[in-house]
DNA sequence: TCACACAATGAATCTTCATTCACATTATAC
DNA sequence: GTATAATGTGAATGAAGATTCATTGTGTGA
C-alpha cells in the first residue's frame, strides 16, 4: 500500500511539473526570456513563484528544460518523416514537408527556438549545446542522403554540404518569413515552392 | 545636404559619439542587449557612465541608434548592387553576391541583425519598424524583379513573392548556418553554390 | 483522531543595473 | 585673467525581479 501512494504523489508532482511547463511556454513564447517574469509564470501555472524552486532550481533552468523537450518532439518528427521513405529524393521531399508542417504546429514556440539555436548568447549556457548536437544528427542524415542521391545519379554532382546547408538554410529561412507574417501564402504553397525550388530551381525550362 | 560645417567643438563632439557606438557596437555583439551593462559600455569608450547619457536618452536608445547606422549602411550596398546590372538574372546574381560578402563583412553584427528582424520581442520597440520599413523596400524590388523575369520568360512561371521569400530565405538561411560554425567552406564556394541551387535546383540534369 | 512528512505559499531579501545629478574639469569668450 | 558655458564624472538612487525560507496547509498511515 505504501507504494501505491508514493506513486499516487509520484504522479500527482509530476502533473505539477507538466503543468508548470506548459505555463512557462505560454509565457516565454509570449514574452520571450527577458520579458517574462517568474511571478509571470507563477500566476499562469496557479502557483506561487516559490512552488516553482521545488521544480527547477531556476529561471534559466526551466527554460532549458521547456527547451529540451520541445527540440527532442520536433527531431524526432522529422526523423520519423524522413524514415517513412526509402528514396533519396522521397526523403527529402519529406523533410522539407515533415519541417514545414513542424513549423505551423510549433509556430508559437519556433520565434524562441530559432533565436536559441541562431545566436549566440544562448539564454543557459546548458541549452545550447545540448541543441546542437541534436541538430548536428539530422544535418549529417541530410548530408547523407544527398550523398547516396548524388551517388545514384539523381542529385546534381556537388559538394554535399554545400547543398545541405543550402537546403536546410532554405528551409529555415523561408519558415521565418513565413511565420514573420503578412504572407497570403498558405503554408502548403510555401511547401511546393520550397520544393519546386530546391529540386529544380528558378530558371525557365531549357533557360 | 551641405552639411553643416561644424567648429571644433562639435566636431569634436561628434567624434566623442561615434567612439561611443563603436563601443557600443563592440560590447553588444559580444553580449547581446540584455548581456551588456552601460557599465561595460562606457569601459569600453573610456567614458564615465553619465557621459553616455549626454549623447543618447538611454540603453535602448543608443541600440537603436547602432542598429540604424547598420541597416542603413547594409541596405545601400544590396541596393546598389542591384542597381548595377540591367537584365533580372544579372541583378538577382548581384543580390546573391553582395548579400552574402556583406555577411562576411558584417560578420559580428550579423547576429544582433538577425534577432532584431526576425524576433517578436524586439529590444527597442521603435526600431522594429523603421528596420522593417527599409528591409520592405528591398523585398519589393526583389519581387519586381523576380516578376520582370517571369514576364520576359527566363524565369519559371509562378508565383513571384514565393520565389522571392524562398530566395530571401534561403539567403538569410544559409548566410546564418554558415556564420554559426564548423565550415570548411568558403563563403565564395557558398555564393556559387547558393546561386546553382536558386537558378538551377538539386536535380541532375535531364531528371 | 493524531502526528508527520511533504507540498505550497508569498512576503522579505538580495542582486543587478539603468538612470540621475551635484560636482569637477576643461574650453571659450570677453 | 576671470567669467561663463559646455563637458565629463561616478557615487548615490531606485526599480525590477530572481531567489529564499519561515510559515501554513494537506493528505496519509497508525
Redesign the pocket.
Known amino acids: ?2 507504494k ?3 506513486n ?2 509520484e504522479r ?2 509530476e502533473r ?1 511539473r507538466a503543468e508548470i511547463l506548459r505555463a512557462a511556454e505560454e509565457v516565454f513564447t509570449e514574452k520571450g526570456f ?7 509564470i507563477a500566476e499562469q501555472a ?6 516553482l ?3 527547477f ?4 533552468d526551466l527554460y532549458h528544460a521547456l527547451f529540451l523537450e520541445k527540440v527532442r518532439k520536433i527531431d524526432a518528427l522529422v526523423g520519423k518523416g524522413m524514415d517513412s521513405e526509402t528514396e533519396p529524393v522521397g526523403k527529402l521531399k519529406r523533410l522539407i514537408e515533415v519541417n514545414l508542417r513542424v513549423v505551423e504546429e510549433y509556430k508559437k514556440f519556433f520565434g524562441l527556438y530559432l533565436r536559441e539555436i541562431m545566436g549566440k548568447f544562448p539564454v543557459s549556457p546548458a541549452t545550447q549545446p545540448q541543441i546542437r548536437r541534436l541538430r548536428n544528427q539530422i544535418v549529417k542524415r541530410v548530408a547523407e542522403v544527398i550523398k547516396t542521391g548524388i551517388k545514384k545519379g539523381v542529385l546534381r554532382k556537388a559538394d554535399p554540404r554545400a547543398m545541405t546547408m543550402v537546403l536546410l538554410g532554405m528551409l529555415r529561412g523561408s519558415a521565418f518569413i513565413w511565420v514573420e507574417g503578412r504572407h497570403k501564402l498558405t503554408l502548403k504553397e510555401l511547401t511546393e515552392m520550397v520544393k519546386k525550388m530546391f529540386f529544380e530551381g528558378a530558371l525557365a525550362e531549357g533557360k
Open positions: 500500500m505504501a501505491k501512494v508514493l499516487r504523489r500527482e508532482r505539477h527577458h520579458g517574462a517574469s517568474m511571478q509571470d496557479e502557483f506561487a513563484v516559490g512552488t524552486y521545488k521544480f532550481t531556476g529561471k534559466e
